[in-house]
């Protein structure tokens, strides 16, 4: 069964090709069109899965979209028939649009799909999963087990926004669902929204936050207890209800009620480039301790319902790679394996995979060490003839290397001497972590690396951490963790071996502060709590990225690496050389290497477009 999948119109559209129920090619729109998270149709994705593949559109057996565009539709317009007259300009806003445009959706889709090239529609399925359960085969189906609960937790899709289902061989049932207006997922938003961030982009922001609350003030209590008497209930099985006095996303135009949120947690809504303060950092513990605890909840729900050793998980909310470490060192289940795109772009892959083994009811086949998902390097690669292109295109000077072992050693030794490198190789990373294909890599032993990641090259904020890469073998000599973890959704203390102690009165040091002091032997990936979001490296995924780390081990005794991904903020993760450049010139990056290619910025030609980034990406 040949098998295309497409997520859009929401956020981080995206396509996927499944061929006999093998992952083949899998990307996010936003990496082609410059435009993050990107909600159009993708159609540079679509062409890229056909290309990758061999396929064109009239081979394909079947087309499937993540979601159900007519109960989205019967949802929306119960909810303003629910709060009327409430929500009369979001109402006016919004139906005329679902009305010409969502309504027709399959249509759209087809005329979308015409540009492309031609099929037979009466051969060629049309299938349309429920949202959750494109969430769920996204995370079953590449799992490595046969018997699995599965827990997909978000915003909302069509009414669901958390379900919790049974995967068995090719079967998937779904056991319970927690229903719009009430969602874990939306009250994270909400958080996100009034601490200052992006919705829909900046929850990631909120986990890298929480770790300054002050765990011992008692205004982390005091929040805790406003957000549990006042906005939400919470249930024995991680059910929530939300009190929708205080929010305005079911039929408003913004996520919360500002007014009432500011006489509850007495001070004003943050607008994003205002200073970060103790209290904010305060609430976003809070926050992030209720999640964690509905999480744990959840999953205890889902252990007595299906009697599994094994957790797959999905949805926006699977991102949250501190509730996923809470998770695994609880023990309520065996084994996790969480879907590296785990957001509506996943949705695309969890489409097809859904169509394959539900809808033609294929056998599923468990022939892999890890899981199906390839470390997730499932997007386009490039050529040496491509980096020459871009490189005569730049009239840009460069070493190249017809040995990578050579060029390997040579870049752990830049490494080892505090610069900074931009890493391109092999196939782009499908979902939202560089994990090696496309990363900016440093030193981690460096105490100033993370300053200057941020500050210089990345141009966010100071507060945000950095991943480690490490070797997959040595992952206990750093960290209190003793397993893989290929997708850097995890977070786990470091080890205390490599720990160095806290001054008095750490806790009650400001936020810059705290930010700057050594923390343990590897500043750069530790964050203010011990913590670091932990990416092993395998040498059967990416054997470069593998053997740069060794040639680092081999040069410093450490057998780890920064990585961070490679963009700067508000920009999409890079895809080709040429964004690769253009990127490694705009920022204080010292050196690039693209497949066999080695760059250094100062033998490169004076960028006269340096600062156009700032203009052309819109800050998230």
């Not at 069964?1 to 083949?24: P, Q, R, T, W």
């Not at 990307?27 to 909600?39: L, V, Y």
């Not at 002091?517 to 092993?536: G, N, V």
Request: glycine share 6%.
């Amino acid at each position: 069964m040949k098998i295309l999948g497409i997520s859009a119109f929401y956020h981080d559209s995206a396509a996927s090709i499944v061929v006999n129920g093998e992952i083949i090619a899998a990307a996010q729109e936003e990496r082609f069109t410059r435009k993050k998270h990107d909600a159009g149709f993708p159609a540079n994705a679509v062409k890229f899965c056909l290309e990758y593949s061999g396929l064109e559109l009239k081979d394909l057996d079947a087309i499937v979209f993540y979601d159900k565009p007519l109960l989205k539709f019967e949802r929306l317009l119960e909810t303003y028939y629910a709060f009327a007259p409430s929500g009369f300009r979001s109402f006016i806003t919004s139906i005329p649009v679902w009305i010409k445009e969502k309504m027709f959706l399959k249509r759209l889709i087809r005329e979308e799909l015409d540009k492309i090239g031609t099929y037979d529609r009466k051969k060629t399925k049309f299938l349309f999963p429920e949202h959750h359960l494109s969430h769920a085969a996204s995370a079953y189906y590449p799992s490595p087990y046969d018997d699995a609960a599965i827990l997909t937790i978000d915003g909302v899709g069509e009414w669901a926004t958390v379900s919790l289902c049974h995967g068995q061989k090719e079967k998937i049932t779904i056991l319970k669902e927690l229903r719009f207006p009430h969602s874990l997922g939306l009250l994270y938003s909400a958080f996100t929204y009034f601490l200052g961030f992006r919705v829909n982009s900046g929850e990631y922001k909120l986990m890298g936050l929480a770790p300054y609350g002050n765990p011992k003030s008692p205004d982390i209590e005091k929040y805790i207890n406003i957000i549990k008497t006042q906005l939400i209930s919470l249930k024995e099985d991680g059910s929530i209800w939300l009190n929708q006095d205080y929010f305005d996303y079911a039929t408003g135009l913004k996520m919360v009620n500002e007014k009432k949120w500011e006489d509850l947690f007495g001070f004003r809504t943050r607008k994003p480039e205002d200073e970060l303060l103790q209290h904010h950092c305060n609430l976003g513990l809070a926050i992030q301790h209720i999640t964690e605890e509905a999480v744990l909840l959840m999953a205890a729900e889902a252990k007595k319902l299906t009697g599994s050793k094994n957790l797959c998980l999905a949805g926006g909310v699977a991102l949250n790679c501190v509730s996923n470490g809470k998770l695994q060192k609880s023990g309520i289940f065996e084994n996790l394996f969480i879907q590296p795109a785990a957001g509506d772009a996943g949705g695309a892959l969890g489409a097809a995979l859904a169509a394959n083994y539900i809808y033609y009811g294929q056998p599923r086949v468990i022939d892999y060490r890890m899981d199906a998902m390839k470390g997730s390097y499932l997007g386009p690669s490039f050529s040496d003839l491509e980096v020459e292109l871009m490189a005569k295109k730049y009239n840009a000077s460069y070493t190249h290397f017809s040995d990578f072992s050579s060029l390997a050693e040579e870049t752990a030794k830049l490494l080892a001497t505090e610069n900074v490198i931009g890493w391109v190789q092999g196939k782009m990373e499908f979902g939202p972590r560089a994990l090696g294909g496309r990363s900016i890599l440093g030193d981690p032993r460096s105490p100033e690396m993370q300053k200057k990641l941020n500050l210089k090259i990345k141009y966010r904020e100071s507060f945000r951490p950095f991943a480690p890469s490490v070797l997959a073998e040595e992952v206990k000599d750093y960290f209190d963790y003793d397993g893989i973890s290929p997708y850097m959704l995890l977070v786990h203390p470091v080890a205390e071996g490599i720990k160095k102690a806290l001054p008095e009165g750490y806790d009650n040091m400001n936020l810059r502060d705290k930010l700057y002091h050594l923390r343990s032997d590897l500043p750069s990936i530790t964050h203010i709590d011990y913590s670091a979001r932990i990416q092993t490296v395998h040498p059967e995924t990416n054997p470069r990225y593998y053997e740069l780390i060794s040639s680092f081990k081999k040069l410093t005794g450490t057998g780890v690496v920064v990585n961070t991904s490679f963009n700067v903020r508000g920009e999409p993760i890079v895809m080709t050389p040429n964004d690769a450049y253009r990127c490694f010139m705009r920022t204080e990056m010292d050196y690039l290497v693209v497949g066999n290619f080695l760059f250094s910025k100062k033998d490169q030609p004076q960028w006269e477009e340096k600062d156009n980034w700032k203009e052309e990406f819109v800050l998230d």
